[in-house]
């Protein structure tokens, strides 16, 4: 299974079901196009009892089994072939040559003389001058592990050398025969940049995606997930250098995510000023299927982006510098690599290995970290956590890059790999920087304001405080004298939470740790509360002796206060009560009351800053929003942690 946005699958070769004697084709002329396509194509004759034949086979399966076409077609096979598999073939013969059925079995053959497990898609195709159809065949992989592993032999490798444009095929009519070939092939042109066309789809895709040829047509090309620069380097080289492209990707037809193996050669067709681009869709290699998630996701995200470099280094045992096998398209340009998928050299005839990846960044403030990384990257084991890194790119100011090292599977091998994910991060790196540039003056500023304010407040609070104990000062006055000193007081508190909240939203909350008696601390702070208490509501202290705890006895002071005052303030009758107990080594503190409670919504948010229960301007209760949220601060800087529950 593939995952990407959603669920996907690899492609079957039994979805791939086209047309069934829908034409009667010439012998041999329409089968060359079959020389030029990717598909591994035989023509067998069953019909006969104990004399089966072998008619016709395409040009890649000569050149992967090093056979001519006269050496296939004088095989001995009816000498080379026991008497019950003829039996079996002639049966074979009656389903698909007289009954005209599509039959599809699994087979070990052994076309190299070593064992591989395939899939034969056989179907009947008539050709002009003949009696009785043809059996036409197509190879496929198939699960490879029901080969003895001691035999096992390698799957059949698609990246194959059939012909490449000796025929001027007749369009549309000479690729008639692709519509009763079991597999998808479509007809691009993408030579002019920017705007990629499409031409003709054989039955085999139009069925499967339920289009008409014109819907296909007036389709976009969305469902390739190729982008406009990837259409450009396949345009090239197939078109104008007339090379085969081969890569596994997802397409996603009628909206359903599909793993294939893409394969693009170019092709030949009457009335074109160039090659078009023949493109099949096959199944993909066997061992893709068994890969690890990590590869999955990244072939699935990176192998055919841009932005994102994607590169599988040897890592087999033994193997400590990890030189190239396989880079996508933006690894090849970051790294001056050709375009081949075979030959990653570089000009120079060096490889490029993970030591030369190391090696483009920048670590002159720290050779000890590269040697760090480098350490891991040679212990990094299947299964583990990826390695993870941002670096400077060496020589180039301002440029910084993302690395991430998986261990996997290789998709082309299925040996052991190291596969790069290397993306450019600059852009996110410049805007860091000037947010921690924009945090930092924020700081300053709050100090600075925060100095300004404290000064006169505390002339203000001083001074009244006088005024307040004078034998000149009447009752009005007195009053007066307190309202000023109430009001400066919680300004002073507001000015020290802002900075708080400063603090602990930078990470630099400072704690002094010493051994603090818990029912001294909420003696002192329930002492101080008590002036808050509203008629018919009640202040319990139930703490009792819990012992001694390590804390910053002035922020403990500060959370009990704000827990108790929160509590106090939404309670119009009833208790308001705090308890703990011992929990190993932790103390659990808790603090109740008979209050309107908390909605269900809101116990979550309530530990935001700037968040209240009621954020309407016409609340009840005053605030910033921010007593709740330094309490959960200050809690975890201590290494314990606060919950809320409403009834």
Same mark, same amino acid.
């Given at each position: ?7 996907? +699958? ?81 049966? %074979?013969?009656?389903? #698909?040559? &007289?009954?005209?059925?599509? &039959? ?10 070593? $064992? ?11 050709? *002009? =001058? ?25 799957? %059949? ?12 095929? +007749? ?62 380097? &396949?345009?090239?080289?197939? !078109? ?32 074109? *000023? ?21 590869? #999955?996701?990244?072939?699935? !995200? ?21 030189? @190239? ?5 933006? =690894? ?16 120079? =005839?060096? %490889? ?33 956590? $990826? ?35 290397? /993306? ?6 410049? &805007? ?7 945090? +930092? ?19 203000? #609070?001083?001074?009244? /405080? ?17 309202? #000023? ?77 704000? %827990? ?29 009351? @008979? ?28 605030g910033m929003g921010l007593g709740l949220a330094l309490v959960q601060s200050q809690v975890r ?7 809320? !529950?409403?009834?």
């Amino acid at each position: 299974m593939v995952s990407s946005d959603g669920d996907g +699958e690899t492609l079957d070769a039994l979805q791939l079901n086209g047309e069934i004697c829908a034409k009667v084709h010439k012998y041999p002329d329409d089968l060359e196009l079959l020389n030029e396509v990717a598909c591994f194509s035989l023509i067998y004759d069953f019909s006969e009892m104990g004399n089966p034949k072998k008619v016709w086979a395409s040009a890649a399966w000569l050149s992967y089994v090093d056979q001519t076409l006269e050496d296939f077609q004088q095989y001995d096979f009816a000498g080379n072939t026991s008497e019950p598999i003829k039996r079996q073939m002639f049966d %074979l013969g009656q389903e #698909i040559q &007289i009954k005209r059925k599509a &039959i599809n079995l699994e087979h070990t053959a052994y076309p190299s003389d070593r $064992p591989v497990r395939l899939l034969l898609m056989q179907k009947p195709i008539v050709f *002009e =001058g003949m009696k009785n159809p043809l059996i036409l065949v197509q190879y496929y992989n198939c699960d490879n592990s029901l080969v003895d592993d001691k035999t096992k032999g390698d799957p %059949l490798d698609f990246n194959f050398q059939g012909e490449v444009c000796k025929k001027v095929h +007749e369009f549309p009519r000479g690729l008639e025969l692709l519509d009763e070939v079991p597999c998808f092939a479509l007809i691009y042109d993408f030579y002019d940049y920017g705007n990629p066309k499409k031409y003709w789809a054989n039955a085999t895709w139009l069925k499967y995606t339920g289009q008409s040829m014109q819907e296909f047509e007036n389709s976009d090309f969305g469902f390739t997930s190729l982008t406009a620069e990837q259409m450009q380097f &396949i345009g090239k080289e197939v !078109q104008v250098e007339r090379k085969t492209v081969s890569f596994e990707t997802t397409i996603y037809p009628r909206n359903k995510l599909l793993r294939v193996l893409c394969v693009f050669r170019p092709l030949l067709l009457q009335g074109m *000023e160039h090659p078009q681009i023949v493109c099949n869709y096959l199944p993909p290699q066997p061992h893709a299927g068994a890969l690890d998630q990590a590869y #999955i996701l990244f072939q699935e !995200q990176v192998t055919n982006t841009l932005d994102q470099t994607a590169i599988f280094f040897d890592w087999s045992p033994g193997d400590s510098n990890g030189n @190239t096998l396989w880079s996508n398209f933006s =690894g090849r340009v970051e790294y001056g690599l050709p375009q081949g998928r075979a030959d990653l050299h570089f000009p120079n =005839g060096e %490889l490029l290995s993970l030591s030369d990846v190391l090696d483009t960044c920048d670590w002159s403030s720290s050779e000890q970290e590269k040697a760090v990384i480098a350490n891991q990257l040679r212990e990094l084991k299947l299964g583990s956590r $990826p390695i993870r890194f941002t670096a400077q790119k060496h020589r180039l100011p301002n440029v910084w890059h993302q690395f991430m090292f998986v261990r996997c599977k290789s998709p082309h091998t299925g040996g052991d790999t190291m596969l790069l994910q290397e /993306s450019d991060v600059s852009e996110l790196m410049h &805007i860091q920087a000037r947010l921690r540039t924009s945090n +930092e003056l924020k700081d300053r500023f709050l100090q600075c304001v925060s100095h300004e304010l404290r000064t006169p407040l505390h002339g203000i #609070i001083g001074l009244s /405080s006088t005024l307040l104990v004078s034998p000149d000062c009447n009752p009005r006055t007195h009053r007066l004298l307190t309202t #000023i000193i109430d009001a400066a007081d919680r300004l002073n508190l507001l000015v020290n939470d802002i900075l708080e909240t400063s603090a602990c939203m930078s990470g630099s909350l400072q704690l002094e740790f010493i051994p603090v008696n818990l029912d001294e601390i909420c003696r002192w702070v329930c002492d101080r509360m008590r002036p808050k208490l509203k008629t018919g509501v009640t202040l319990e202290n139930r703490i009792g002796d819990v012992g001694v705890v390590k804390a910053d006895a002035f922020r403990l002071q500060k959370i009990f206060a704000q %827990l108790l005052d929160n509590a106090l303030k939404f309670t119009s009758d009833g208790v308001v009560a705090i308890t703990a107990e011992r929990e190993g080594a932790f103390v659990r503190v808790s603090v109740a009351d @008979t209050g309107c409670g908390i909605a269900p919504g809101l116990l979550n948010s309530i530990w935001e800053f700037f968040q209240q229960g009621d954020m309407s301007v016409t609340r009840e209760h005053q605030g910033m929003g921010l007593g709740l949220a330094l309490v959960q601060s200050q809690v975890r800087a201590h290494g314990g942690d606060v919950d809320v !529950q409403s009834e």
